[in-house]
């Protein structure tokens, strides 16, 4: 899995500038060691195939993983995996609390 480095430093559109460079590197097979090492978390994102809902199992050394579902009836499934030897469970839930409220309000990023 492609890792995305210092993402909490970077713009949204930043963001999507590098996800478009790793699917041209899959894509024509160029993918570098560095390209998929240093992850701290994962993302696992099944919505394009129809599956409403699945549990992804954590990358080794992350400390946890979203598992991303398809659309049904205007929501999406999101479950998260959390390594609790590093990751509190009260915080898990805090942060897909937060993800929830960005998710209805997306606005608010900006803000922060």
């Not at 024509?28 to 699945?54: C, H, P, V, W, Y």
């Amino acid at each position: 899995m492609p890792v995305f480095k210092k993402v909490n430093t970077k713009e949204p559109t930043q963001i999507a500038e590098e996800l478009n460079a790793f699917k041209t590197k899959i894509k024509t097979r160029k993918l570098t060691k560095e390209d998929l090492s240093a992850s701290t978390f994962g993302i696992s994102n099944l919505g394009m195939t129809g599956i409403a809902q699945f549990d992804a199992m954590i990358n080794r050394d992350d400390c946890g993983i979203a598992a991303i579902g398809s659309e049904q009836n205007g929501k999406i499934s999101v479950t998260l995996t959390v390594d609790h030897r590093i990751v509190n469970g009260y915080q898990a839930a805090l942060f897909m609390q937060a993800l929830k409220n960005l998710a209805k309000d997306p606005q608010s990023f900006k803000e922060q």
